[in-house]
């Protein structure tokens, strides 16, 4: 199998951080995502927007840059958990990307709060695609982080095909 794709929204830089260790792991190609306007600073602002865009199905308008992932065959889909599902931007890219056929890994990254059924919500997204178990993370992993991630990849069934070095199983 060829290199994966790691594709992430970060608001606080945690969920990059997690797609950044992917990266190392894997040797996949990484790209950020952004929306074409960026979250308002404070919090309550940033909530208010951010159940009103999840209310509504609201997908955002993204900065160029996070390529085709048309080339891979597995992707790696990072999102923060905002409301118990993905971020707005998260779920613009993959609306407006055809992923039929591809293997989708979701990893998210989550402060507390409501934690939802993020796979069947990109399952919905993304319905001609194989949604695998999705992966949270608390804040950015800490130094379990590589550790979890491997026996993350391990239980979904792509560390063989991707042919990782893991260490010891």
Known sequence: MKRPLIVSYSYSGNTHQIGRQLQAITSGDWREIHPWQPYPMAFSELLGQVKREIGSGYYPRLLPGAGSPRPYQVIFAGSPDWCGTIAPPMASWLY????????????????????????????????????????????????????????????????????ISIGER
């Not at 993020?118 to 550790?147: F, N, Q, S, T, Y």
């Open 96 to 163: 407006r990307n055809d992923l039929s056929g591809k293997i989708i890994l979701p990893f998210y990254s989550y402060c507390g709060g409501v934690v939802g059924d993020i796979r069947k919500d990109i399952a919905e997204l993304c319905p001609k695609a194989d949604v695998r178990e999705p992966l949270g993370i608390v804040e950015h992993g800490g130094e379990e982080l590589m550790g979890i991630l491997r026996q993350w990849l391990i239980r979904t069934g792509v560390a063989d095909s991707l042919l």
